[in-house]
């Protein structure tokens, strides 16, 4: 099976017309139905629905759908990083979010730059949520995640750091003067909401813009305890004792054979030990 006829089936699943899916790939509509035709019949089983109403996925197709993107993805990312070790002067891509690896990299580079197998670290700071995506697709060769929000399939993994969890609230907060909380005490609080939740709260898109609703009083956020160390004059950090335990890892695409990405989980390993309980 060729990635041409993946991305075809892709369009068409996408668009659900098989005249905007032709458009979009810049083709003529009757090569792409024979196309998509003749990959049912290899495959021996019905992936579009055609009826005089439209088109639509049938069982089989919505799941070839799932494992085409993540095929054509692979392809994708396959490319980024071949590209990027042919260059001249190599690079190791680390990404994180904003205090995403929670004062760990004070530790970790000087480590790993007394490493034969060292390379020149660059670090891709994102958005929160974005690590992993930037990791399965290629952009960078290691990623800073955090458990259990993050989707770990596909990776390997080093845990370097288990965290407690406190509640970040604005200094004038009912709450504000405890000593400790536990989650019932948060109750009908207003929460922010993360990217990918469904919470009605307002979405966070960057730490920065976290402390500013907090501080106004517009949410209450239960955070990993490491967000302590910027917390603002005007905002309060509470342990919430019955949270679960939230954990960061580093991760890199499963059987990387990168002697420099084995260097920096070694010199990342480490710099944590001394942190794990």
């Known amino acids: 099976m060729e990635t041409r006829e993946l991305a075809y089936f892709v369009a068409v699943a996408e668009e659900l017309h098989f005249g905007r899916a032709a458009q979009r790939l810049g083709m003529a509509q009757p090569p792409l ?25 049938t069982p089989a197709g919505a799941v070839f759908l799932a494992e085409s993107r993540k095929a054509l993805d692979a ?3 396959a490319v980024r990083r071949a590209q990027r070790a042919g260059h001249e002067v190599p690079r190791l891509l680390v990404a994180m979010k904003p205090d995403g690896d929670a004062g760990l990299l004070d530790r970790i580079l000087p ?23 930037m990791l399965r697709d290629g952009r960078v060769d290691l990623a800073f995640l955090h458990g259990p929000h993050d989707d770990l399939a596909g990776f390997d993994t080093e845990l370097l750091l288990e965290q407690d969890q406190v509640a970040m609230l604005s200094r004038g907060h009912r709450l504000a003067g405890r000593a400790a909380l536990a989650l019932a005490d948060l109750e009908g609080e207003p929460l922010p909401r993360w990217p990918g939740s469904d919470v009605a709260g307002p979405e966070i898109r960057d730490p920065g813009q976290l402390l500013q609703l907090v501080a106004l009083g517009q949410v209450v956020a239960v955070v990993p305890e490491s967000a302590r160390r910027h917390a603002r004059p005007d905002v309060v ?14 991760a890199w695409p499963d059987r990387t054979r990168s002697r420099a990405v084995a260097a920096f989980v070694r010199a990342s390993t480490d710099a944590s030990s001394p942190a794990l309980p």
């Open 33 to 57: 139905s024979r196309a998509i035709q003749q990959l049912e019949r290899r495959m021996g089983v019905l992936l579009l629905e055609r009826t005089s109403r439209g088109v639509s996925l």
């Open 75 to 77: 392809v994708d990312a």
């Open 111 to 133: 480590g790993y730059r007394a490493d034969p197998d060292a390379v020149d670290v660059e670090i891709v700071v994102g958005g929160i949520g974005e690590q992993a995506r």
């Open 237 to 250: 950090c509470v342990p919430v004792l019955d949270a679960p335990r939230t954990s960061v890892l580093l």
